[in-house]
Each structure stands twice: as C-alpha cells, then as structure tokens.
C-alpha cells in the first residue's frame, strides 16, 4: 500500500518559513517525481513545485519563485518543501504528490496523494 504523508504545517506570520516534509512508504520505486500543490479556501488545487529523482530537475509555479525550495532525500524517501518569505496569498492546504517519469505540473499525471497540510500566513 502506497502512502504519502505530510507534515510541517502551521500558522506563521507574514514573511516566516516554514518547511513541510512528505514521507512515502510502499512501492517508492514509481516515486520518480515529487511534486507539491495546494488549494487556497474556495479555490482550485494548483501546481507549486516538483523534483525529478533522476538529475534533480525542479520546476516551480511562477508564484513561489525565489522563495520556495523544493527537494528529497531518496535514502528516507523524503521530499520537502522549504517555504521562505511566505506572504498571506499562501495560505492553503499543501498536498504532496508522487508520479512516475518526467511528470510535469499537470495533476492528472500524479498517482499518488497524501492528504495535505495546512499553512496559514498571517499579515
């Protein structure tokens, strides 16, 4: 059984970090993309970050650059999330995603999710 768990959430003040870290146990093999959304209240689920096992490539909304970091640990089957500067329009709930080779921004492409995490920025 696949699973995906999150952690790292919480409430922080505007221009705080935080980082969130996802743990995936089971068949981590079909792990080679790590990927992180989230869905802002009364809103749609959107693309933040994702990180390929093989050659590290990272991609990463337009919205978060320079202030996030997404990256993994293969040994702990771990990636995170390091979220700097974070404003009040992050607030949201984090997902982390798994997915199989050169899997993008696309959502659909992503097998496997855990069952988020809340951030929330104060201002």
């Known amino acids: 059984q696949v699973q995906l768990v999150e952690s790292g959430g919480g409430l922080v003040q505007a221009g705080g970090s935080l980082r969130l870290s996802c743990v995936a146990s089971g068949r981590t093999f079909n792990f080679a993309t790590m990927g992180w959304f989230r869905q802002a209240p009364g809103k749609e689920r959107e693309f933040v970050a994702r990180?390929?096992?093989?050659?590290?490539?990272?991609d990463y909304a337009d919205s978060v650059k320079g202030r996030f970091t997404i990256s993994r640990d293969n040994a702990k089957a771990t990636a995170y999330l390091q979220m700097n500067s974070l404003k009040p329009e992050d607030t949201a709930v984090y997902y982390c995603?798994?997915?199989?080779?050169?899997?993008?921004?696309?959502?659909?492409?992503?097998?496997?999710w855990g069952q988020g995490t809340q951030v929330t920025v104060s201002s």
């Open positions: 995603a798994a997915g199989p080779v050169r899997t993008t921004w696309n959502q659909n492409q992503y097998n496997y």
């Open positions: 990180i390929w096992t093989s050659g590290g490539s990272t």
